[in-house]
Protein backbone atom coordinates (compact mmCIF):
# COMPACT_ATOMS: atom_id res chain seq x y z
CA UNK A 1 0.00 0.00 0.00
CA UNK A 2 1.03 3.66 -0.25
CA UNK A 3 2.83 5.12 2.49
CA UNK A 4 4.29 8.89 2.64
CA UNK A 5 6.44 9.71 5.30
CA UNK A 6 7.14 13.00 5.94
CA UNK A 7 10.56 14.47 8.46
CA UNK A 8 12.06 17.85 9.08
CA UNK A 9 9.81 20.04 10.32
CA UNK A 10 10.63 22.44 13.53
CA UNK A 11 10.83 25.89 15.04
CA UNK A 12 12.68 28.24 13.94
CA UNK A 13 12.66 32.09 13.62
CA UNK A 14 11.90 34.40 10.98
CA UNK A 15 14.76 34.08 8.06
CA UNK A 16 15.51 31.05 8.83
CA UNK A 17 15.75 27.44 6.59
CA UNK A 18 14.32 23.87 6.98
CA UNK A 19 14.67 21.20 4.44
CA UNK A 20 11.24 18.70 4.72
CA UNK A 21 11.77 15.04 3.31
CA UNK A 22 8.61 12.64 2.17
CA UNK A 23 9.91 9.07 1.83
CA UNK A 24 7.49 7.21 -0.29
CA UNK A 25 6.86 3.74 -0.87
CA UNK A 26 4.02 1.04 -2.09
CA UNK A 27 4.24 2.55 -5.76
CA UNK A 28 6.43 3.33 -8.57
CA UNK A 29 7.85 6.57 -7.63
CA UNK A 30 9.91 7.65 -10.38
CA UNK A 31 6.87 8.51 -12.66
CA UNK A 32 4.63 9.76 -10.19
CA UNK A 33 4.23 13.65 -9.68
CA UNK A 34 4.55 14.25 -6.09
CA UNK A 35 3.41 17.54 -4.45
CA UNK A 36 3.87 19.53 -1.03
CA UNK A 37 0.66 21.18 0.56
CA UNK A 38 0.62 23.24 3.76
CA UNK A 39 -2.79 23.97 5.99
CA UNK A 40 -2.28 26.87 8.61
CA UNK A 41 -4.64 26.86 11.83
CA UNK A 42 -7.79 27.66 10.87
CA UNK A 43 -7.63 28.05 7.09
CA UNK A 44 -7.92 25.48 3.73
CA UNK A 45 -5.02 23.45 3.08
CA UNK A 46 -2.73 24.86 -0.17
CA UNK A 47 -0.36 24.02 -2.51
CA UNK A 48 2.91 24.57 -2.14
CA UNK A 49 5.20 22.71 -4.91
CA UNK A 50 4.68 20.07 -6.95
CA UNK A 51 7.14 18.23 -9.05
CA UNK A 52 6.67 15.62 -11.92
CA UNK A 53 8.52 12.48 -12.46
CA UNK A 54 10.69 14.15 -15.22
CA UNK A 55 11.68 16.80 -12.90
CA UNK A 56 9.17 20.02 -13.51
CA UNK A 57 8.60 22.04 -11.19
CA UNK A 58 5.32 24.07 -9.92
CA UNK A 59 5.51 26.60 -6.98
CA UNK A 60 2.95 28.64 -5.33
CA UNK A 61 3.31 32.02 -6.22
CA UNK A 62 4.00 32.72 -2.22
CA UNK A 63 6.99 31.00 -1.76
CA UNK A 64 8.70 31.36 -5.27
CA UNK A 65 12.40 32.32 -4.78
CA UNK A 66 11.97 31.27 -1.06
CA UNK A 67 11.49 27.28 -1.67
CA UNK A 68 12.60 24.53 -3.70
CA UNK A 69 11.05 20.94 -4.35
CA UNK A 70 13.48 18.18 -5.86
CA UNK A 71 13.49 14.60 -5.58
CA UNK A 72 15.66 11.55 -5.32
CA UNK A 73 14.23 8.64 -7.40
CA UNK A 74 17.01 6.59 -6.32
CA UNK A 75 15.38 6.98 -2.22
CA UNK A 76 11.97 7.20 -3.27
CA UNK A 77 12.69 10.67 -1.48
CA UNK A 78 11.04 14.44 -2.66
CA UNK A 79 12.02 17.29 -1.05
CA UNK A 80 11.52 20.69 0.30
CA UNK A 81 14.02 23.50 0.93
CA UNK A 82 12.62 26.37 2.27
CA UNK A 83 14.70 29.47 2.59
CA UNK A 84 13.98 33.52 4.30
CA UNK A 85 11.11 31.84 6.18
CA UNK A 86 8.54 34.08 7.62
CA UNK A 87 5.68 33.57 10.22
CA UNK A 88 3.18 32.89 7.66
CA UNK A 89 4.66 29.65 6.27
CA UNK A 90 3.74 28.25 9.77
CA UNK A 91 1.66 24.94 9.35
CA UNK A 92 1.28 21.22 8.88
CA UNK A 93 3.11 20.62 5.67
CA UNK A 94 1.40 17.45 3.87
CA UNK A 95 3.27 15.25 1.35
CA UNK A 96 1.03 14.02 -1.55
CA UNK A 97 0.45 11.60 -4.29
CA UNK A 98 -2.42 11.78 -6.50
CA UNK A 99 -2.55 8.34 -7.80
CA UNK A 100 -6.26 7.86 -8.92
CA UNK A 101 -7.39 9.16 -5.08
CA UNK A 102 -5.34 11.56 -2.93
CA UNK A 103 -2.43 9.70 -0.47
CA UNK A 104 -1.65 12.09 2.46
CA UNK A 105 1.72 11.60 4.60
CA UNK A 106 1.08 12.30 8.47
CA UNK A 107 2.28 15.61 7.80
CA UNK A 108 5.26 17.74 10.05
CA UNK A 109 5.00 20.59 11.76
CA UNK A 110 6.73 23.52 10.84
CA UNK A 111 6.69 26.95 13.58
CA UNK A 112 8.43 30.06 12.41
CA UNK A 113 8.88 32.63 15.10
CA UNK A 114 9.01 36.24 14.82
Known amino acids: QVQLVESGGGLVQAGGSLRLSCTAS????????MGWYRQAPGKQRELVATISGGGSRNLADSVKGRFTISRDNAKNTVYLEMNSLKPEDTAVYYC????????WGQGTQVTVSS
Open 96 to 103: NLHLRIDY
Open 26 to 33: GFIFSINR
